[in-house]
């Protein structure tokens, strides 16, 4: 059972370990949180320098933990494919498993195959079949780099960071922070009890009817496709074209 009672928690190994957590610190120095906005601030110029020019994209989630001969794996290349086949780049976390997949499926059919990396303590590596990739610090810097440069999503299945950034996205859309760009949430088993909360909140009134227009529930390639034509063909707007400047290192 966990313990929440005290500045230590048992592990496994019945060991007792303090724990060190910075933010039961309190206020930190004035200069250790401005050299943490400094971070934060080049994180984000990082990104967007290296993204900039990318083109429309549709951003494909899912765990890192699934290999090479699973079927989510497999879904997720062949969603790959016949996304970066309409024209679209494919970006996501730039990591194994099911972002390998969807870069991979990329790839198959010569589309931009994008990846935004988080640095981890155990050295998360970006995949072989990346394109073009940048490497953040920061969770929440890369979820905005996932979210700005794409017209939809497409949630595989995953574990917590899969469902914080499906709900992050669905949030954004439903408070019109971000446009009405389709969600695509694939494998109806696997979701089941996911699918069993939304109708529950559905039910009681904490989300709103129209809600349910902007997520699709498939276990079926075409689909999905469909939805995301259809919903990027009536909610997509123009972007500006700018001109990549050499002494900015763009390209």
């Known amino acids: 059972m966990m313990n929440t009672t005290g500045s230590e928690h048992t592990t496994p190994n019945n060991r007792r370990t303090n724990l060190d ?3 039961l610190e309190g206020p930190h120095s004035r200069i250790y949180e401005l050299g943490f906005i400094f971070k934060v601030f080049f994180d984000f110029v990082r990104g967007f320098r290296k993204l900039h020019f990318l083109g429309p994209c549709i951003t494909i989630f899912g ?8 079927e989510y794996y497999q879904l997720a290349r062949q ?11 494919i970006l996501t976390g730039g990591g194994p498993g099911i972002m390998e997949a969807a870069n991979r499926g990329a790839r198959d059919v010569n589309a931009k195959s994008i990846g935004v990396n988080i640095m981890l303590p ?5 995949n072989p079949y990346l394109d073009r990739w940048v490497e953040i610090r920061y969770f929440f810097v890369r979820k905005v780099m996932l979210f700005k440069y794409s017209f939809g999503f497409v949630i595989m299945p995953g574990g917590f960071g899969t469902i914080d950034e499906m ?3 669905l949030t954004l859309i439903q408070t019109k922070k971000m446009p009405w760009f389709p969600v695509v949430l694939m494998g109806k088993a696997y979701w089941a ?4 909360q939304i109708k529950h909140m559905d039910r009681h009134s904490t989300i709103s009817p129209e809600d349910d227009d902007m997520l699709c529930i498939t276990d079926d390639p075409e689909e999905a496709i469909a939805f995301l034509e259809e919903k990027i063909g009536h909610f997509a707007t123009r972007r500006r074209k700018y001109t990549p400047l050499w002494w900015l290192g763009e390209k």
């Open 122 to 126: 155990f050295e998360q590596k970006p």
């Open 79 to 89: 969603m790959g494919r016949r996304i970066g086949s309409l024209g679209f780049g």
């Open 167 to 169: 709900f992050e996205a």
């Open 63 to 70: 765990s890192a933990r699934f290999k090479e001969d699973h």
């Open 21 to 23: 957590v910075g933010f």
């Open 193 to 196: 009890d996911v699918i069993n």
